[in-house]
DNA sequence: CCTCAGGTATACTGATCGGTAAACCTTCCT
DNA sequence: AGGAAGGTTTACCGATCAGTATACCTGAGG
């Protein structure tokens, strides 16, 4: 029986309000430099029923990553909804939703942050850190598929790096934000990848 | 006085021996998750003699990210030595140096992971590793400009982004590494700045 | 010869770490 | 009526955290 993480969806109201501050302390602060005795606190819960619901602090990370995957899931779809869009306009629509998603989300990306202080792959929330990008390349792969694009591998390979960097840079580059840069990135390599193109 | 990064260069060997095994091990498994102790261990030197030479951990943290700094900048610079070069070849250079670091390298970005942890700007640390990404951000800029690329500016930080993607990106997505592929997709955003197109 | 910088050794501080013990209080379901 | 689930309170555990105290050793330069 190992721990791993829990249906961040059925959650007691006490266990709720663990994860909605482990959520916001994890995320403004690190997770190694967060203990169980300030969530318990910030979240106006006894240590004992933090460790009732969740039985670990590992768990608890686990829990917190995987609900953070299921918004940003959500969030894509989401915008993957948008009536009238052509294949190739499609595959560029995560970017649209990337710059949504950063404006409330200003310290980068939760999972490479995650994978920064969890090293070790036998713990619960490392795998569900990969699992979010590998799930981002699948998605950028079978976008640029429906597109009818050359390469579709190395071209969502590309896509997910100008994602990834564009929540890592945090300089105040210019005044257009990353996520706009980036998309405009990723449309010129979209239609370098056109087939129409020699 | 505030305490900020000592001289990587000027370092008794005591010293030298403790900023080596800092280093390895903040990159290897997290800079909070390492303790004074283990550092003074792993380097066959007292605890002691850690303080006397740098006064705090905090010190250590930003010496370590300073030295480390210093050697990718060495790196770069090296890379862009190579002759026969032309402008516009000059500009996808630190993509090439990047694929040969990444092999001894497979933790992602130092600095980013750095920034993960240490959210407070106030953190001798942190501007250490802010400081990185605007030095590769204007390197990126006068290359573009020196090539007469139009916009070099968003230019730079379009290609600032894919250089931290392929850091962070760790799925072993394709056959080919993160590095070689968005040196692909740097060269063909350099293409389409080019004063000649439309 | 003497100083002094660099280093060693052991021991210690108060605070915080993740996690547990035991006993009790509600509320809801049967 | 009765029990289980969710939660509470206070207290505690051994380990580790960053950092300090004190005293001693060694070699090189004046």
Redesign the interface.
Known sequence: MKATALDPDTLTPGARRVLDSASELFY???I??VGVDLIAQHSGVTKRTLYNRFGSKETLVATYLLARDRRWRAHVADALETPDLSPGERVTVPFRALREWMRGNP???AF??A?????DPEHPGHQVA?DQ??WL?ELFTSLATDAGLRTP??L???L????????????P??T?S?AE??G??AA??VR?AAPSNP
């Not at 994978?115 to 090293?119: D, G, H, T, W, Y």
């Not at 997910?160 to 300089?171: D, N, P, S, T």
Request: glycine share 6%; proline share 2%.
């Open positions: 403004e602060r690190g190694t430099a310290r980068g990306c490479i942050n994978l920064a202080e969890l090293p990969a990008q590998q390349l591998d190395d969502a390979h590309q997910l790096c100008l994602y990834e960097g564009a929540l890592a840079v945090q300089v580059a210019t257009r990353s840069t980036v405009d990135a010129v390599l370098a």
